[in-house]
């Protein structure tokens, strides 16, 4: 049985699929990567918290790497998810990088007595998952050295994948999906004993913990037909991961034409399709402690 988290996800069993979707992101994330790293002084302290399987920490590293090195710190709540990461990071590094993995709950009060002073600290796609938003990203700020940053990624647009009409079940499947994600999303987020709601944007939130120059950008991925093999791939994982999270929300005929599309026998099956496609849109939000 994988180790469990506050939203009680089994993250254990999604390394296979976090690297996949790492792999074809791999530019997005050195593009973020080499913007947040040249705000920086030399030799800086990257912390990313949530590490996952380390895709992003990989090019922090990389990008430290360029410059004048530095000490990338991981931090993740799950063992399994932070032995990953770390050899990840460490076979990318070359040695030219200073890696520190912290087993450590992001949510937790004590996190900045663990872990160095950050220049940057990272979180992506992890506050939502604590049980008071707001106050974790407020306990983040306190591992950020004065003068340094806190960025998050908590979504932008979305992810399309896709057509809009897929000639299984009635048109417009994608945006019952999508719908369906969100209530159990809202769910998943209710469930968490404790849970406390956040009724503010991103930025706001930031602005709430106390940071300054508040500002955010978007980024683009986008992979247009045909996509390679490693895509195609990837697309599958995310049509695989979404509709799992959204079937109990889906009506008995869209839940059925979801069989039939991740079903590699059938005709309709997607990963077969010429014209699926990968466009996301994830936006930083970041924020400098004074």
């Given at each position: 049985?994988?180790?469990?988290t506050?939203?009680?996800?089994?993250?254990?069993?999604k390394?296979?699929y976090m690297?996949r979707?790492?792999a074809?992101?791999?530019?997005?994330q050195r593009d973020?990567?080499d913007?947040?790293?040249?705000?920086?002084r030399?030799?800086?302290t990257?912390?990313?918290?949530?590490?996952?399987?380390?895709?992003m920490?990989?090019q922090?590293?990389?990008a430290?790497?360029?410059?004048?090195?530095g000490?990338v710190?991981?931090?993740d709540?799950?063992?399994?998810?932070?032995t990953?990461a770390?050899e990840?990071?460490?076979?990318?590094?070359d040695?030219?990088i200073?890696?520190?993995?912290?087993?450590a709950?992001?949510?937790?009060?004590?996190?900045?007595?663990?872990?160095p002073?950050?220049?940057?600290v990272w979180?992506?796609?992890?506050?939502?998952?604590?049980?008071?938003?707001?106050?974790?990203?407020?306990n983040?700020?306190?591992?950020?050295?004065?003068g340094g940053?806190?960025?998050?990624t908590?979504?932008?647009?979305?992810?399309?994948?896709?057509?809009?009409?897929l000639g299984?079940?009635?048109?417009?499947?994608i945006?019952?999906i999508?719908?369906?994600?969100k209530?159990?999303?809202?769910?998943?987020?209710?469930?968490?004993?404790?849970?406390?709601?956040?009724?503010v944007g991103?930025?706001?939130?930031?602005?709430?913990a106390?940071?300054?120059?508040?500002?955010?950008?978007t980024?683009v991925?986008d992979?247009?037909?045909?996509v390679t093999d490693?895509?195609r791939a990837?697309i599958?994982?995310?049509f695989?991961h979404?509709?799992?999270?959204?079937m109990?929300?889906?009506?008995?005929d869209?839940?059925?034409a979801?069989?039939?599309?991740l079903?590699p026998?059938d005709?309709?099956y997607i990963?077969?399709?010429?014209?699926v496609?990968?466009l996301?849109?994830?936006t930083?939000?970041?924020?400098?402690?004074?």
């Open positions: 049985m994988g180790t469990h506050h939203d009680d996800y089994d993250w254990v069993s390394i296979a690297r979707g790492a074809i992101h791999t530019a997005w973020i990567a913007r947040l790293v040249g705000m920086l030399p030799g800086a990257v912390i990313d918290v949530g590490s996952g399987a380390g895709g920490a990989a922090f590293a990389l430290l790497g360029a410059q004048s090195g000490h710190v991981l931090v709540a799950v063992p399994e998810l932070l990953a770390g990840l990071v460490r076979a990318t590094s040695g030219k200073n890696v520190t993995t912290v087993l709950d992001a949510a937790g009060t004590t996190l900045a007595e663990l872990v002073a950050a220049d940057l979180a992506s796609f992890v506050v939502h998952h604590l049980r008071d938003q707001q106050e974790g990203i407020t983040l700020t306190r591992v950020v050295a004065p940053w806190l960025a998050l908590e979504g932008g647009l979305g992810t399309q994948c896709v057509p809009w009409d299984v079940g009635a048109p417009g499947l945006d019952r999508q719908a369906a994600r209530q159990w999303f809202a769910q998943m987020r209710a469930d968490i004993p404790g849970s406390t709601r956040l009724t991103w930025t706001k939130a930031l602005s709430n106390g940071l300054s120059d508040i500002t955010s950008f980024s991925v992979y247009p037909p045909p490693d895509v990837a599958v994982d995310w695989t979404i509709t799992s999270v959204a109990d929300h889906l009506a008995t869209d839940q059925q979801v069989n039939r599309l079903d026998a005709t309709a990963g077969s399709r010429d014209d496609f990968y996301a849109a994830d930083v939000n970041l924020g400098r402690r004074p």
